[in-house]
T-cell receptor, first 111, second 115 residues
Framework: EDKVVQSPLSLVVHEGDTVTLNCSYEVTNFRSLLWYKQEKKAPTFLFMLTSSGIEKKSGRLSSILDKKELFSILNITATQTGDSAVYLCAVRQNTGNQFYFGTGTSLTVIP | NAGVTQTPKFQVLKTGQSMTLQCAQDMNHEYMSWYRQDPGMGLRLIHYSVGAGITDQGEVPNGYNVSRSTTEDFPLRLLSAAPSQTSVYFC??????????????FGQGTRLTVV
């Protein structure tokens, strides 16, 4: 059965801390892994990863994929209260329109 | 650039009522999907479409119907609402796999309560 597992389920940190969110997957016919940030409304796209070992970076956020070990991490450095959200990991298959989503990691950043 | 537009944003239904959630996208995406999001369950795929006239079931299709008469629109119909369908519903669209981009674009969501 295809699945995406995220850990931890929730995390509470203080402003300025660095956090690492994990995403492991068992999905046949892998095409890409995607990270989304979800605040109160719709998920917003952060990164798309298709190749192992190539880090994607956007400001204080970065992500990397390991296709051999079937996982990805999302790092957030110098966290701010505005980083508080649910972070979703999804894997898209190479056929059809299937995205498999994890249940998300809820991040709370305390001032 | 409107992106993916979902209506309504909120809805309360009585058990047994029917309704249609509307979804439209203006990005000429071939792929469109409907998800429901429940606490602790993540996003679960209800139905999806790979192009006009083509639809298929996802993980949790029971109690829902879809159609895709145009590229832009992908409505979701609840046939006879049940309390178990209380959820937040998201419509999403995405580029076909032949393109370089594979991310999904989401509508703002519909919070549905069935009483």
């Amino acid at each position: 059965e295809d699945k995406v597992v995220q850990s931890p389920l929730s995390l509470v940190v203080h402003e300025g801390d660095t956090v690492t969110l994990n995403c492991s997957y068992e999905v046949t016919n892998f095409r890409s892994l995607l990270w989304y940030k979800q605040e109160k409304k719709a998920p917003t796209f952060l990164f798309m990863l298709t190749s192992s070992g190539i880090e994607k970076k956007s400001g204080r956020l970065s992500s990397i994929l390991d296709k051999k070990e079937l996982f990805s991490i999302l790092n957030i450095t110098a966290t701010q209260t505005g980083d508080s959200a649910v972070y979703l990991c999804a894997v898209r298959q190479n056929t059809g329109n299937q995205f498999y989503f994890g249940t998300g990691t809820s991040l709370t950043v305390i001032p | 650039n409107a992106g993916v537009t979902q209506t309504p944003k909120f809805q309360v239904l009585k058990t047994g009522q029917s309704m249609t959630l509307q979804c439209a996208q203006d990005m000429n995406h071939e792929y469109m999907s409907w998800y429901r999001q429940d606490p602790g369950m993540g996003l679960r795929l209800i139905h999806y479409s790979v192009g006009a006239g083509i639809t298929d079931q996802g993980e949790v299709p029971n109690g829902y119907n879809v159609s895709r008469s145009t590229t832009e629109d992908f409505p979701l119909r609840l046939l006879s609402a049940a309390p178990s369908q209380t959820s937040v519903y998201f419509c999403a669209s995405s580029y076909p796999l032949t393109g370089g981009r594979t991310e999904a674009f989401f509508g703002q969501g519909t919070r549905l309560t069935v009483v």
